[in-house]
């Protein structure tokens, strides 16, 4: 007989929790506060309905708070044209996979080579890959590229501005392996390249910088790409796409890798995913980039056709010569990415990130007026930005009496670095999805509990 669903019986959760360690359910999730838990079992006893459950739950979904969001740190309210969901959701692309069989989909593989044609156009570098899991994991695989383009590499220099979770993920990549993650000093909210020269030994694969930043800086790096490459070492860098509408890209930057996360384009905030990593690299690294590419051909007669190239990875060739075992992309997120800029185009993708940039700094400049409120440093931003408070009594109050208005006034960055010296600091985005009611309603409320 064939069961649809098959529980654990009470001597297989008593197995489990022995081989992890723990004594009971409920110390699985010690690390949660109170209010995320539920006080009492979900009351679906035997026999409901599949309507009388459905109901049942939506009602639990809808005691969730929904707010005007100004938070940030890696993930943002932009938005997205109706477009995304419309073409994203046809059942041809919903369950969408770049295939091994790749004369079989064409349509998808087309829609992927378009991914890597925009990521290319956008960065100024060569070759895009199909994508990668996120952000994050973008930033690592270049971290293992740049290793295995020089010999005897074994040390990542990295900027400490870069964000914490893709710091984290750098160190778990690195631990037990005998490669080195070496971080530079930190200089007034930007990487200090003062000591670069001399951090640049004979084992230093990359160095790895972000811009925008863990604090929303927009940095310099004048210089920087000559002083990696006379060393033989590879420059990394790191950017919300969306930026780089009205900034500077890795390529003029003289990048030899650009990685990042797509999220600002097309992604929506889903509690805090999935996501879509971009990879793209110079003509030189082409053969070394992980995972999938898309490129274009011409069958026997003459037609234009699509094919996966290129897969430096261990399903396709001997594993001691694989760059990465990355075996899969976000061929889904990715095709959002693609419509939504497809939609865009150019001068709206500029227009989102000047709207974002302006009203960012229409809001820091009336918030910075207010007691016991600063921007630490003087430096550059788009569209998030530092705001420090006087003391923590004044912060909790300030993000507790705005949520009480339904804003969401930012992310406290404390609790993505776990670091004293962020303690008062609480970064505050600002997209061109916030309108100027929404602004004013933010200041309205700043100015009561800052009074």
């Known amino acids: 007989m064939i069961y649809p669903y098959i529980p654990h019986t009470d001597e297989d959760r008593k197995n489990m929790l022995a081989s992890i360690g723990v004594d009971s359910m409920e110390d699985l999730y010690q690390d949660l506060s109170e209010e995320l838990l539920l006080s009492e079992p979900v009351p679906i006893s035997q026999g409901r309905s599949e309507d009388e459950v459905t109901r049942m739950i ?8 929904k707010g005007i969001s100004f938070l940030g740190a890696g993930c943002y309210d932009h938005l997205i044209p109706a477009t995304v969901q419309a073409i994203t959701s046809l059942p041809s692309f919903v369950t969408a996979y770049t295939p091994y069989q790749a004369e079989m989909s064409q349509g998808i593989l087309e829609a992927t080579y378009e991914f890597q044609s925009l990521i290319c156009e956008i960065t100024g570098l060569d070759v895009s890959n199909a994508s990668m899991y996120d952000g994050a994991n973008a930033l690592v695989e270049a971290a293992s590229t740049s ?5 005897r590499a074994t040390t990542i220099l990295v900027s400490p501005t870069i964000h914490p979770f893709s710091l984290m993920v750098l160190d778990t990549w690195a631990k037990g392996t005998g490669r080195v993650i070496k971080q530079l000093s930190e200089k007034n909210g930007l990487c200090d390249f003062s000591n670069l020269e001399e951090s640049l030994g004979e084992e230093a694969g990359a160095l790895i910088v972000q811009s925008p930043n863990r604090y929303g800086f927009l940095e310099d790096y004048s210089g920087v790409a000559d002083l990696v490459h006379q060393k033989n070492s590879l420059f990394v860098m790191s950017s919300d796409l969306l930026s780089l509408g009205i900034q500077k890209s890795p390529a003029e930057w003289g990048a030899d890798i650009a990685v990042g996360d797509t999220q600002s384009l097309g992604l929506p905030l889903a509690f805090g995913g999935p996501s879509c990593g971009y990879m793209a690299v110079t003509k030189a690294l082409m053969r070394k980039i992980p995972g999938r590419i898309v490129g274009a051909t011409v069958d026997g007669q003459g037609r234009k056709g699509y094919t996966l190239t290129l897969q430096a990875r261990e399903q ?34 500029e227009e989102a990130a ?5 009203k960012a700094h229409y809001l820091a400049y ?13 430096s550059p931003f788009w569209c998030e930005f530092p705001l420090v408070f006087s003391d923590s009594k004044k912060m909790r109050k300030f993000i507790q009496e705005l949520r009480n208005e339904g804003i969401f006034a930012g992310v406290r960055l404390v609790v993505l670095t776990k670091q004293v010296k962020d303690e008062l600091v609480l970064l505050i985005a600002v997209t061109e999805k916030r309108s100027r009611e929404e602004l004013e309603l933010y200041l309205a409320a700043a100015r009561r509990v800052m009074k």
């Open 316 to 349: 396709h060739i001997k594993r001691e010569h694989a760059t990465s075992n990355i075996c899969s992309n976000q061929a889904l997120s990715a095709l959002m990415t693609t419509v939504h800029l497809s939609s865009l185009g150019w001068a709206g993708m």
């Open 147 to 151: 290793l295995s383009n020089k010999r």
């Open 354 to 358: 000047s709207q974002s940039y302006v």
């Open 366 to 378: 009336h918030l910075v007026q207010l007691p016991g409120i600063t921007i630490p440093w003087e």
């Open 58 to 65: 939506t009602s639990i979904a809808q005691r969730n708070k």
